[in-house]
């Protein structure tokens, strides 16, 4: 009956949650004017699935998790987030327009435990100036490479170059194309994915954007490898549902997209799906393998950052984290599992 109870509060929660997602980018937030230090509390998730001790699902082994809050109002909202080569320091994005940095600490079983340094500072535009509007700073894609951080924004749509270090405090350097026409973006669903591909794969280190719900003729997403020789744009296989939220790629050059639902039918879900980079050409409409799927039953949110890390004993690990839309009925979350090949 526990089990029963604790999963239909779970499902009444998530149809909540459906309703928030659905109009969250309409609600204002103040942006700060200054680098915030921010202490973060964490509450640590033993388990994925509600009610179980289970650890594999999919091609996925769970490791562990947290639940995060802070007193500071701004701290959330999460859209995407990269770790430095070490896998501990990382930078986030927030759609509100500023950046989120700091360090994951771990416990003795090598599990997350907790966030240390965590620092809030507001994105500067062209001008050097930070905007009075949330729309002019709805940033929703992050890349680390080669001494810049790059940030793909919608409403707005662009993708600007900032330096490294430097940039919590800088405006951009400059300006990337994305070949995708602005025209074909939606206002609220443009380049939701940027990842940086490995520099010895068939993209040789390109960057590649993926729209979260900008759909061609044929119901795809549009989809564009930036640079190189294989500059040229794409489509990814919309499945009905989800929508895509980040990417990252895998060592060996396949990528991985990290897919949303929320619907009153269906709730809240998300989903892994694994791109054969061989596959990844201009011209191409690709789909892939989903790796692992998750619903109401799980300890899920509206999961929209994720990135590919090496864990503590050699593996390859995913990262998740949340955006809970600065709503008191949603909860900032970071999960991690292990690829099991």
Same mark, same amino acid.
């Given at each position: 009956?526990?089990?029963?109870?604790?999963?239909?509060?779970?499902?009444?929660?998530?149809?909540?949650?459906?309703?928030?997602?659905?109009?969250?980018?309409?609600?204002?937030?103040?942006?700060?004017?200054?680098?915030?230090?921010?202490?973060?509390?964490?509450?640590?998730?033993?388990?994925?699935?509600?009610?179980?001790?289970?650890?594999?699902? !999919?091609? =996925?082994?769970?490791?562990?998790?947290?639940?995060?809050? +802070?007193?500071?109002? *701004?701290?959330? #909202? $999460?859209?995407?987030?990269?770790?430095?080569?070490?896998?501990?320091?990382?930078?986030?994005?927030?759609?509100t327009g500023h950046w989120l940095t700091?360090?994951?600490?771990?416990?003795?079983?090598?599990?997350?435990?907790?966030?240390?340094?965590?620092?809030?500072?507001?994105?500067?535009?062209?001008?050097?100036?930070?905007?009075?509007?949330?729309?002019?700073?709805?940033?929703?894609?992050?890349?680390?490479?080669?001494?810049?951080?790059?940030?793909?924004?919608?409403?707005?749509?662009?993708?600007?170059?900032?330096?490294?270090?430097?940039?919590?405090?800088?405006?951009?350097?400059?300006?990337?194309?994305?070949?995708?026409?602005?025209?074909?973006?939606?206002?609220?669903?443009?380049?939701?994915?940027?990842?940086?591909?490995?520099?010895?794969?068939?993209?040789? !280190?390109? =960057?590649?954007?993926?729209?979260?719900?900008?759909?061609? +003729?044929?119901?795809? *997403?549009?989809? #564009? $490898?930036?640079?190189?020789?294989?500059?040229?744009?794409?489509?990814?296989?919309?499945?009905?549902?989800?929508?895509?939220?980040?990417?990252?790629?895998?060592?060996?050059?396949?990528?991985?997209?990290?897919?949303?639902?929320?619907?009153?039918?269906?709730?809240?879900?998300?989903?892994?799906?694994?791109?054969?980079?061989a596959d990844i050409r201009p011209g191409?409409?690709?789909?892939?393998?989903?790796?692992?799927?998750?619903?109401?039953?799980?300890?899920?949110?509206?999961?929209?950052?994720m990135d590919v890390v090496k864990g503590?004993?050699?593996?390859?690990?995913?990262?998740?984290?949340?955006?809970?839309?600065?709503?008191?009925?949603?909860?900032?979350?970071?999960?991690?599992?292990?690829?099991?090949?």
């Amino acid at each position: 009956m526990r089990d029963k109870r604790s999963r239909a509060s779970l499902s009444r929660k998530s149809l909540v949650v459906a309703a928030t997602l659905a109009v969250g980018s309409l609600v204002p937030v103040p942006i700060g004017a200054s680098t915030i230090d921010v202490p973060v509390s964490v509450r640590q998730l033993s388990g994925f699935e509600v009610g179980t001790s289970a650890k594999r699902f !999919g091609k =996925l082994e769970f490791i562990g998790g947290m639940v995060m809050s +802070a007193p500071e109002k *701004l701290f959330g #909202a $999460i859209s995407s987030i990269r770790f430095r080569p070490n896998g501990e320091d990382f930078v986030a994005v927030l759609d509100t327009g500023h950046w989120l940095t700091g360090r994951v600490m771990r416990d003795a079983a090598g599990a997350l435990s907790g966030l240390a340094d965590v620092r809030i500072t507001p994105m500067l535009d062209m001008g050097g100036r930070e905007p009075p509007r949330k729309m002019e700073m709805d940033a929703e894609g992050l890349a680390l490479r080669d001494g810049k951080v790059i940030v793909s924004y919608e409403q707005r749509h662009r993708i600007d170059i900032y330096s490294d270090p430097g940039f919590e405090t800088s405006k951009p350097l400059g300006r990337l194309p994305h070949l995708i026409p602005n025209n074909e973006l939606r206002h609220n669903g443009g380049m939701e994915a940027l990842a940086v591909s490995p520099a010895d794969s068939p993209l040789a !280190g390109a =960057l590649v954007v993926v729209a979260e719900k900008s759909i061609d +003729a044929d119901g795809n *997403l549009l989809a #564009a $490898i930036l640079e190189g020789p294989l500059k040229g744009t794409f489509a990814v296989t919309h499945h009905p549902s989800f929508d895509v939220t980040d990417g990252a790629f895998l060592p060996n050059g396949d990528l991985l997209l990290l897919e949303r639902r929320f619907n009153f039918a269906e709730g809240v879900g998300m989903r892994i799906r694994r791109i054969r980079g061989a596959d990844i050409r201009p011209g191409a409409v690709v789909d892939g393998e989903i790796l692992m799927e998750a619903g109401m039953a799980y300890q899920i949110d509206n999961m929209e950052g994720m990135d590919v890390v090496k864990g503590p004993d050699g593996s390859t690990r995913l990262i998740i984290v949340s955006d809970d839309n600065h709503s008191f009925l949603q909860r900032n979350l970071m999960l991690e599992f292990k690829l099991v090949e």
